[in-house]
């Protein structure tokens, strides 16, 4: 018996014992002892820029950069497969295209791993003619070449994953469009149906990244292109490579040796995943990240007296709207889907629920692109909404049921506060809505059924190009929004005719029309463009949001 | 020879409960009237995409089929691709098993550190300070949300006296330890890495604090009513009139029995355990089951869900089971029939 306990004293002293070790260790040694143990995780290996080999880095170390976000979304590096925001922001950094926008310009494509290009017609295709760069060379050593270039579009077409659908429904590609026609030209043949600005534009986005074909080819196994290999490492010629995902907690970024640009001010980047923004603040606050992504507006409001900790906004392309299905009663009525519309208090949302993170738009393609229309003409109007609504035989109003999902939408307010501000607007025409609250995969399932009635969501276009968001908005053959909200209209006769046009003043002139239409007659009210908010220590420079959803992590420093 | 039967039919239960709990898991996850490709696929895909993602993953089939798939592949340890991450479930399972194990077992041994004693003083020292002391913590304990106390030691421990780090289960710039079990801290007591055990036992404390508080307080409870019960026993008196010393008493005496009526309140609380984990793992950033679970089912990954949904069907009554064993450690005397 005596045994017995003695047994658990035992166990009591020694976690007594482990406790006591890490407290001793907690209160004498705040940063880990540089043992050698800790210098791997952030030295970047041998090869790497050689001259700044950091030994056995402390927290938020000088060559570092540390950047808090929540990157639960990370499925895959694979620059052709890659399709959230997470994916979206390291690929960017580790690979390069044939041609890139550079900054926050959307406008002005510039030359990436092809120096010059040029389209022409030929026949019933457009030719998309690139030279590539002489000496570029990928992470690994080997030297980009046109074959690259051809391995790196047929893989995303074979592969067929969530973006292929920009090369093969959008581009109109196919494997035997792309062709080498020789060592450093590459020569892309696309029907007259489809877009080649928009190709362009295509390719600055990740599934432009050129993979490193000798590499890859290295890790196929049973005809998947590598793709489970590059799942979680790269095969780049971008500024960064990676040196590791471990899933759920963080990525790390080392500087890629062979780059062919200015080198990047830090040798490394670290990605961790922290799901709470409360976290966030507090990591900042101390000096521990240096640049955090999910800070809700009061935060925002709350860090920017600290100390050392500066708050800072990018632009994003995102517009919150409510879908409206055109063929549910009495929503297939236009007078009555304006009348919603007249009846929305936007710049209560703006500058009430958002305290002014967001930028009045109302028309379909966002500020920053081509063809952004400003006409903001909808500003709450009980009156008109109730006017329009008696001729559209509803005096008494109606009730109808709004799919809202859950959680915080981008900009950092919850979709249930938003939901229920449109409600009590609502409510004054005699409009009843009946909010139904689900989970986003669930509301994308009824969504694209064509099963809801109104349903207030966003969208973010694939591609910096006014027809990522035309085409899908206007467009029901594209099986997109316009599909959802059962919208069949002649508008997008026009649509497909804009995307052709080559001249950017005369595209942008056919986007006022369609845009003025869609305005009136389209199953939308926008409400707004949100700004994105981040919190960044003092001492951070050149950071830079794109409003496509990534950062170039090379240009910042600390 | 009893006990052995005893342990048999146990196992055997659980192997029923685990085929109930799959079938229920299974017809609830795809009842639900939503698109787990939808969300897996996102905003954009074509149909073309669907029909190929649906196929792959068999989800064309007809239910019953699916579920006779799954079984048959379970039967051979295979639980299936999670459709989230495009991984084996076991695989993932394996990932991020540990961290839980590691959390949800450190919180356990807080909650024995400090309840089991703290139930103790209390009950001796009825009715005086320490008693009052402990019946407010305990107060407390049961009643504060996890959230909420988890922030709260993030900005005392870390924001204002740095003590503490804010998450994860290592410091950033350290290397993990080479898994062999995928705890960290047994992994680096195993491989010697000094650096290792320090950090991952320093990220663990403010974790297993606020998992184990509520069982903590629990326990300490537990153990006051049944220590304080177990001192107006015979027994007890029958010892000291042998002339034994108080503590003796107490601890050679008292403790053992009332030992008995708290292990059944700890095997209950490792089930809160688990399910706690979920809200503790996202406040400290902790890379666990807990959140891989919550990512799983917000995204519909069905799955992923029936991975952890079985894993728990098979861990929560082998700890019922091993309560059970330790009643018999503690008293001999209980028979299993």
Known sequence: MNKHYHNLWRLLIIATLVTLAACGQAATTPTAAPQATSAPASAPPPTAVPTEVPTAAPLGAANTLVYDSNIDDLITLDPAVAYEFSGVLIVHNVYEGLVQFVGSDLSDLKPGLAETWDVKEAGDNWEVTFHLRDGAKFASGNPITADDVVYSFQRVISLNKSPAFLFIDIAQLTTDSIQAADAKTVVVTMPKTASPQAFLSILTFTIGGIVDSKEVKAHEADGDFGSNWLLDHSAGSGPYMVA??????????????NYGGTPPLLSSVLVKHVPESANQQAELEAGDADLVQNLTPEQIAAVSGAEGVATTTGDSLLLFYVGMNATVKPLDDVKVREALRAAIDYDGIINGLLSGNGKKVQTLVPAGLLGYNSDAPFQQDVDKAKALLKEAGQENGFSIEMLVPTGAGPGGIAWADLAAKLQSDWDKIGVKVDIKQVAFAELLGSYRAQKGQLVLVLWGPDFPDPDANAGPWTDINAHSIAFRNAWDDPIAEKTRAAALI???????????????????????????????????RANVTGFAWNPMGYTDFWTIGK | MRLLTYFIRRLVGIVFVMVGVSIITFAISHVVPADPVAAALGDHATDDQIAAFRAEYGLDKPLAEQYVIYMTGLLHGDLGRSIRTRRPVADDLRDFLPATFELSFAALIVSLFIGLPAGMISAVARNRLPDHFVRVFSLVGGSLPIFWLGLMLISLFYSRLDWLPSGARLDQFLDPPHSITGLYVVDSLLTGNVAALQSSLHHLLLPAFTLGYFSTAVIARMMRSSMLEVMRQDYMLVARAKGLRQRAVILRHGLRNALIPTLTIIGVTFGSLLSGAVLTETIFSWPGLGRYATASAISLDFPAVMGVTLLAAVIYPLANLLVDLGYHWLDPRIQHG
Do not use: M
């Not at chain 1, 590791?244 to 990525?251: F, G, L, N, P, R």
């Not at chain 1, 986007?511 to 926008?526: M, R, S």
């Open chain 1, 502 to 536: 080559t001249d950017p003043a005369e595209r942008a002139a056919a986007y006022k029309e369609i845009t003025d239409y869609v305005l009136h007659n389209g199953p939308y009210a926008v409400l707004y463009q949100p700004t994105q908010l981040f919190g960044i």
């Open chain 1, 244 to 257: 590791h995902w471990e899933k759920d907690v963080e990525v790390l970024l080392n500087a890629n040796p």
